[in-house]
């Protein structure tokens, strides 16, 4: 719809000229587009050029709307102005700052007028920032680092201005989502695929659900504006990270992955070497459930052993939503149906072991899981320390552990999600706690299982303290002594 505005006649603009999936960008009629692509890929600046020159021209040549009004937000104020700023002053640098705000605005001669609201949004009630905004359109720049309750308010308030407008405009730029986030299955994705005559579905699994309305995604294919990069900038990239694969596949090769923020917990992980090409299959041997029951998010393992010393783990479940007994009927009707006749052992949470919760009075979730499904969770170690040991052994062993490729939450855990996070003021100083997130359960129904199929050889190692393995619980910004609070 704007992409005409871009070849407007303007001796002011300096020159761009869009990338073939950006073109597709620019020409969507869509009211929430996403640009997904590695770095360098040219992203910010096409988005730069659709909310400062592209919508605002059309609206003002079509709708004769003399001003729109924008809201650019980032997760931090620092990458806000660091980043994304520098990237919309470097094009438009004839804009001028509203005295005492935050609010950057750009007045062509004899044209529209634009204005941009630099926002960031790193603390639980920045949202309070959103909540009165009247604005066109907003730009959420590194989306997937945005949380989904910033993302609803801005739609909320997008159309209000001018008044009684009938246009309403999102966009969204970021490197590639891991695939269980929501911006993998919002978007309607469009990748244009070099050589193909037109856009084809994106790198990675096919998302879940289905796209909402009015949401169009263009994902870039790798080094599409590598022309516009000095030279060997890609080359230096995957020299410089030539150890870290998953990083390389992610930034470079524009696939679907994790981003990485903290210290990941296993040093042995290798997904090339712990991750099947092709869907593992059962041989018939007794099945180990592993189970993180204890709390609101349940999660579970099924792990087999193929032969001795190895491990094999075939499926993975995690809910947010369903309580245990839904969970667990879940659960065990998936493995009925995928392993029919099975022998099956369970391991899990020794803090719900209990027939009662400590804390709550309540019928504990081992307790539901007996009585109602006939589930027998067996406690297993408490000790985190040892439990992180023994899948540690595991991953270091040739053909010790291999998982089924259908456990995607597993292996974003272990590539990064599941870590130990950075201190806040202290660049490359790591706090001593993993962070407790959607990772953390899966891992530790994992850990449940492994820790007492395989225990550590060296078991007296002083740092398997008993004391040592809170969480740090990220929503509630506290620690979790051992992850018993949910």
């Known amino acids: 719809m704007c992409a005409d505005a871009l070849y407007l006649e303007d001796e002011e603009k300096k020159d761009y000229a869009a990338l073939p999936s950006l073109d597709y960008f620019h020409r969507s009629p ?4 996403c640009i997904v692509g590695p770095v360098g890929s040219g992203k910010t600046t096409a988005a730069a050029w659709e909310i400062c020159y592209a919508i605002p021209w059309y609206l003002y040549n079509y709708k004769h709307y003399e001003k729109t009004r924008w809201v650019v937000v980032r997760n931090t104020y620092f990458e806000l102005m660091d980043t994304t700023r520098k990237t919309i002053e470097e094009w438009f640098d004839f804009g001028v700052y509203r005295a005492g705000t935050k609010t950057y605005v750009i007045h062509y001669p004899d044209g ?31 989306s997937i680092e945005v949380k989904d309750e910033i993302k609803n308010m801005l739609k909320n308030r997008i159309g209000r201005f001018p008044r009684k407008s009938d246009v309403r405009f999102g966009i969204e730029t970021t490197n590639p989502p891991d695939v269980t986030d929501p911006t993998y299955w919002r978007f309607n994705w469009k990748y244009v695929q070099p050589g193909q005559p037109g856009p084809v579905i994106p ?61 990941p917990v296993y040093n042995n992980f290798r997904r090339e070497y712990h991750v099947a090409q092709e869907p593992l299959a059962w041989t018939g041997g007794p099945l180990f459930v592993g189970w993180d ?53 369970h391991w899990g949470d020794p803090a719900g072991s209990n027939e009662f919760n400590t804390k709550t009075g309540f019928t504990s979730n081992t307790k539901l899981l007996r009585d109602e499904l006939d589930i027998a969770v067996q406690a297993s170690e408490q000790n985190f320390r040892v439990r992180v040991e023994a899948v540690e052994q595991q991953l270091g062993r040739i053909d010790g552990f291999l998982m089924d490729p259908s456990c995607i939450m597993l292996t974003n855990g272990f590539i990064g999600g599941y870590h130990y996070p950075e201190h806040g003021s202290l660049m490359g100083v790591y706090l001593p706690n993993v962070r407790k997130n959607k990772y953390s359960h899966l891992q530790d129904a994992l850990q449940y299982v492994m820790v007492r199929l395989f225990k550590p050889i060296d078991k007296k190692r002083k740092d398997l303290d008993a004391n040592v393995g809170e969480y740090y619980d990220e929503e509630a910004n506290r620690y979790d002594p051992l992850g018993v609070w949910d």
Not at 30 to 33: E, T
Not at 113 to 142: A, H, N
Not at 323 to 337: A, T
């Open 112 to 142: 529209p007028q634009v204005e941009l609201m630099y926002r960031s949004c790193d603390r639980p009630d920045d949202i309070k920032k959103f909540k009165s905004l009247e604005i066109t359109g907003y730009w959420i720049d590194e």
């Open 30 to 33: 869509a009211q929430i587009r």
């Open 293 to 345: 029951h204890s709390g609101n998010t349940p999660a579970a393992v099924v792990v087999q052993i193929p032969t001795a010393g190895r491990a094999q783990v075939l499926r993975e479940f995690y809910s947010d939503k369903m309580g245990i007994v839904d969970f667990g009927r879940w659960v065990i009707n998936n493995i009925n149906i995928d392993f029919p006749g099975a022998e099956l052992v």
């Open 203 to 263: 790198p990675g699994p096919i998302p879940t659900k289905e796209p909402l309305p009015k949401h169009e995604g263009f994902w870039q294919p790798p080094y599409e504006n590598k022309a516009n990069l000095r030279t060997g900038y890609y080359d230096d990239l995957r020299r410089d990270y030539g150890d870290y694969p998953d990083w390389v596949s992610l930034y470079i090769e524009g696939k679907p992955g994790i981003i990485v923020k903290g210290k």
